[in-house]
């Protein structure tokens, strides 16, 4: 029986509570991974315990496997950039931002490095890369794709405010450790 076929003979109202049904299943999964353990490995000076989610349902996973989102970051700036590990100017900006990383831990800020591979690729890069070793900042893995995030560039990078609230996107390469921008990025978060 097809799908077109059941929906006129069962009406909406079956197709409504197969839906409720589901919602209330996936409501249900979100609370109960909501109460796991941090063993996340996300680091930063002062930092609360991290809330951490089921990383199959999660907008991002640790390379552990460890879900997460914004909320998991509570009273501290998040700043994540979306990269590749086959794109040119996001390998180039990696390590200004690794400095800048470093110069605003203290302050308050968590960085976030986002790629849409496989974790096994983004652990193999870093290790390639030589970004396993003295790196400040944060690599994780967004589940799903990069569009699915209505993010249509690499790089690009978003900016929020303790409260997850976004503040600012930019898109394309930046000289991030430069003054002016560390500048911009303290101004933003005030």
């Not at 390379?63 to 989102?69: A, K, P, Y």
């Not at 700043?79 to 996001?90: D, G, K, L």
């Not at 690009?156 to 390469?173: F, K, R, V």
């Amino acid at each position: 029986m097809s799908y077109f076929s059941s929906f006129f003979q069962n009406g909406p109202n079956n197709l409504i509570l197969t839906f409720i049904q589901r919602v209330i299943t996936l409501v249900a999964i979100t609370l109960l991974s909501a109460c796991s353990s941090d063993d996340s490995g996300i680091t930063s000076p002062g930092m609360s315990p991290l809330v951490t989610y089921d990383a199959s349902v999660a907008t991002y996973q640790t390379l552990d496997g460890t879900g997460l989102e914004l909320n998991s970051f509570s009273d501290h700036k998040i700043f994540i950039n979306y990269w590749a590990t086959w794109c040119a100017p996001c390998i180039r900006e990696l390590p200004a931002l690794s400095r800048t990383a470093a110069i605003l831990q203290d302050e308050g800020y968590i960085f976030l490095f986002a790629s849409d591979e496989k974790i096994e690729t983004i652990e193999k890069f870093m290790k390639t890369r030589g970004f396993d070793q003295d790196f400040a900042g944060n690599f994780v893995k967004l589940n799903g794709y990069f569009g699915m995030h209505g993010i249509d560039a690499v790089p690009s990078s978003t900016l929020y405010a303790e409260n997850a609230i976004l503040l600012q996107s930019w898109a394309g390469e930046r000289e991030w450790d430069s003054p002016e921008v560390i500048a911009e990025i303290r101004a933003l978060t005030q």
